[in-house]
């Protein structure tokens, strides 16, 4: 088996086992009835702790898979660069928000490169790109201690085609919570 090969069928066997993660992983979101207050009968009711999810502006447990802000979880950059596009700032401020809510949230910041340029450029490259990410996170108020920078350089790539259409979807920072 060829390299090429060999790399198409660890990108298909990786994109097969986070597919059946993904479905695997799914939370059935339980109602919670009303809450009495107590006005009819004299009694009064404890407030339940939802994590914060009903104050105005804040997140909820679950906001990481339903908010749509929050669904965004993938910066691309342009090619030899490690400067934040403009598109991505709501972004970074929508996530530097759920941070700041959530202070047990971990991120890893996920560096990526095309294949293009030596090993070791990529690897610095994606270093750089998740260093910007990072800074961007922490300029809306994310705090460090929270996040972890890795770079995978051009070994993970989400397309093995030759070409920019394909090349500018390797050229990323994925955002991946591990904790919630």
């Keep these: ?33 009303p809450t009495d207050t107590g006005a009819s009968t004299g009694t ?3 407030p339940v702790d939802d994590g914060g999810a009903t ?12 908010d749509a802000c929050l669904r965004n979880r993938v910066v691309y950059f342009d090619l030899d660069q490690d400067a934040l596009k403009p598109e991505f700032q709501a972004t970074m401020a929508c996530h530097a928000k759920y941070l700041r809510d959530r202070p047990t949230a971990r991120l890893r910041l996920e560096g ?11 690897v610095g490259l994606g270093e750089r790109r998740g260093n910007a990410v990072s800074s961007a996170l922490q300029a809306n108020g994310g705090s460090a201690s929270q996040q972890t ?10 397309c093995n085609e030759a070409g920019e259409g394909c090349w500018s979807q390797n050229r990323r920072v994925e955002l991946v919570y591990s904790a919630k």
């Design 1 to 33: 088996m060829n390299a090429s090969a060999s790399r198409i069928a660890r990108t298909l066997l990786l994109a097969a086992l986070a597919s059946a993660i993904a479905v695997g992983c799914t939370k059935k979101v339980k109602e919670v009835p």
């Design 44 to 46: 009064t009711t404890t």
């Design 55 to 66: 104050r105005p502006g804040a997140y909820g447990p679950n906001d990481l898979d339903t």
């Design 112 to 122: 990526n490169a095309d294949e293009r340029g030596s090993r070791e450029y990529n």
């Design 149 to 158: 920078v890795v770079s995978y350089g051009e070994e993970r790539p989400v």
